[in-house]
């Protein structure tokens, strides 16, 4: 029995009960179908317990699944025995600190939208520091740091990733007047990378109302296997219901559109660093 099932492992039993549900079938038909305890299908639909690759199979079988690509990637999770650099801090933070983490290490592309902090993959040390040092209840000085050292350890994504950053914050000083030039200096030299396309939503544009909030897209192994992550006041939430997904869809399209091409992007950011 797992204590603490990672976002990979419940998003697994997420997806297979939803496949159960699916087909009309209740834990208790699921477990005789495939002859073990209803407590056992249980335990897997919350990620308590694992599940092979030959049950998941039989399981997608009598849900009637047919989506054999869908298949092959939920087996692909379920088998994933993977360690990823993020398990040194298990214990230590927040366990919602490291699911994000392992969903961009599995992440085939990730889109943010940034209203008033630059996102965490993009951040300077000073930043991040500045960041976490306005927390409250205030973090003692060790926790601070790990936290730190966790969110400069995570800047490895390597696959596609747009970010539409408003201007609001671009211009917000979370730090002093140095740490605010180092910042916008590293976006622009980030935003050279090939797989990193970053726009910029000036204050004087229309549309802002779809940018009104701001929000983390993490691309799955398939379109319906993408997740949402939203920061609110208690902690971040993921969202992965297909209505969820193509509302987020349509939110990032919508405020892509209003959003300033790469290049003029750029210069943007780089006129606002010449004020500092």
Known sequence: MRREPTAQQLRLASELRRL???????????????????????????????????????????????????????????????????????GLLPTSFLDLSELNHHASFRRDVAILYVPG???????????????????EPEELEMRVRHRIAG????????????????????????????QLTKLLELSEADHVTLRVIPLNLDGFAWASSSMTYVGGRLP??????????????????????????LRFRKVKAVSLEPDRSRDFIR???KEL
């Not at 054999?68 to 650099?85: K, N, P, Q, Y």
Request: hydrophobic share 40%.
């Open 121 to 139: 993959l993009l951040q300077t040390e000073a930043y991040a520091r500045a960041v976490f040092s306005a927390r409250l209840p205030e973090l």
């Open 271 to 273: 006129e606002l660093t």
């Open 155 to 182: 800047q490895r994504l390597t696959v596609p990733y747009e970010l539409v950053v408003h201007e609001s914050a671009l211009r917000i000083r979370v730090g002093d007047r140095g740490s605010a030039r180092a």
């Open 224 to 249: 319906k296997l993408d997740t949402v992550v939203r920061d609110l006041p208690h902690g971040s939430v993921f969202l992965d219901s297909e209505a969820q997904l193509n509302a987020y869809r």
């Open 20 to 90: 159960r549900e699916a087909a009309g079938l209740n834990s208790r038909q699921a477990a005789a179908l495939l002859g073990v305890s209803p407590t056992q299908i249980t335990h897997i639909e919350s990620a308590l317990a694992g599940v092979s690759e030959q049950r998941l199979r039989r399981l997608a079988s009598h849900y009637s699944c047919t989506d054999e690509e869908f298949i092959d990637a939920l087996v692909a999770m379920a088998t994933d025995r993977s360690r990823g650099w993020w398990e040194e801090f298990r």
